[in-house]
């Protein structure tokens, strides 16, 4: 069983900045990917951003340059520090771990970018 705590989603002002944190735990080893995805209302769920545990890094386009992707493999955890939000990037982020034993989905972290 493998368990998920994110945090860090909430309500921001445009311009703003968030830092996401996904803590994974359980039967869960040698996690060579950790990342970030979002739904939001209506649409498919896509890929923010991604790492592998030797440091290779993928981002979605409409994020690259404002959305900074990092990993603590010691913790278990990985975090994504998002500045510049836009209106777009309303939507609820959720934490993806794949390991040998496949891949796994925390429930997500709320994003609502508002006035």
């Known amino acids: 069983q493998v368990q998920f705590v994110e945090s860090g989603g909430g309500l921001v002002q445009p311009g703003g900045s968030l830092r996401l944190s996904c803590v994974v735990s359980?039967?869960?080893?040698?996690?060579?990917?950790m990342g970030w995805y979002r739904q939001a209302p209506g649409k498919q769920r896509e890929l923010v951003a991604v790492?592998?545990?030797?440091?290779?890094?993928n981002y979605a386009d409409s994020v690259k340059g404002r959305f900074i992707i990092s990993r603590d493999n010691a913790k278990n955890t990985v975090y994504l520090q998002m500045s510049s939000l836009k209106f777009e990037n309303t939507a609820i982020y959720l934490c993806?771990?794949?390991?040998?034993?496949?891949?796994?989905w925390g429930q997500g972290t709320q994003v609502t970018v508002s006035s």
């Open positions: 993806y771990v794949a390991s040998r034993g496949g891949g796994f």
């Open positions: 359980g039967s869960i080893f040698n996690l060579y990917v």
């Open positions: 790492t592998t545990n030797g440091g290779g890094t």
